[in-house]
């Protein structure tokens, strides 16, 4: 079981839109729409910032969303602020029901 | 919101059994599944394994399979991950969840001899 694959790092001014990849395989990314997307900001436990593909828990800014094409999903996060500079994971559930993580991105605000 | 409180850090010799535990306020176990997850230093973040809500199966990802064991004591809320013989490589910090949405605050296990 492989780890879902994400770019190493994105990078954005404030104000812009950036995006991060998620690239699965049937087994898990494209075979349910069970895809959530984690922040992690240094010594912290992560957070949930998406889940089910493209729904957001409670209090979690509408400036992230999330998308999903296939074998592949997306983050996208827009109207970039410095607090957004973190590392964020993808995850899914497999065919196998275990669950597997991205490699992880890590956002820098320039 | 679900609050999960792990317990402390742990200083292990190679070898050595451990026990860690992540306590629920309230039934943590009655309609989420729970699981367990590694952070290595300056790593990301591994899946280890859940149990599932319901039938309490428990699902081990393929690389900890046999690893640790996962196991809970519902009538408490408590989630126990467990080793019997630590090695160095275990040395990270353990996260608990449910359902994706609440997370313990993490366990730091440190095994060196």
């Known amino acids: 079981q492989s780890a879902l694959t994400q770019p190493a790092s994105v990078s954005g001014s404030p104000g812009q839109s950036i995006t991060i990849s998620c690239s699965g395989s049937?087994?898990?990314?494209?075979?349910?729409?069970?895809v959530s997307w984690y922040q992690q900001h240094p010594g912290k436990a992560p957070k949930l910032i998406i889940y089910?593909?493209?729904y957001r828990p409670s209090g979690v800014s509408n400036r992230f969303s999330g998308s999903k094409s296939g074998n592949t999903a997306s983050l996208t996060i827009s109207g970039l602020q410095p607090e957004d500079e973190a590392d964020y994971y993808c995850s899914s559930y497999t065919r196998s029901r275990t669950r597997v993580f991205g490699t992880g991105t890590e956002v820098i605000v320039l | 919101e679900v609050q999960l409180v792990q317990s402390g850090p742990e200083m292990k010799k190679p070898g050595e059994s451990l026990k860690i535990s992540c306590k629920g306020s309230?039934?943590?176990?009655?309609?989420?599944?729970i699981g367990w997850v590694r952070q290595m230093s300056g790593r990301g973040l591994d899946w280890i394994g859940f149990m599932h809500p319901g039938d309490s199966k428990i699902i081990y990802s393929p690389s900890f399979q046999g690893q640790v064991t996962i196991s809970a004591d519902r009538s408490i809320s408590i989630a126990y991950l467990q080793w019997s013989s630590l090695k160095a490589s275990d040395s990270a910090m353990y996260y608990c969840?449910?359902?994706?949405?609440?997370w313990g605050q993490g366990t730091l296990v440190t095994v060196s001899s």
């Open positions: 969840v449910r359902g994706g949405i609440d």
């Open positions: 089910d593909v493209n």
């Open positions: 049937s087994n898990d990314v494209g075979a349910y729409d069970y």
């Open positions: 309230g039934n943590i176990f009655a309609t989420s599944w």
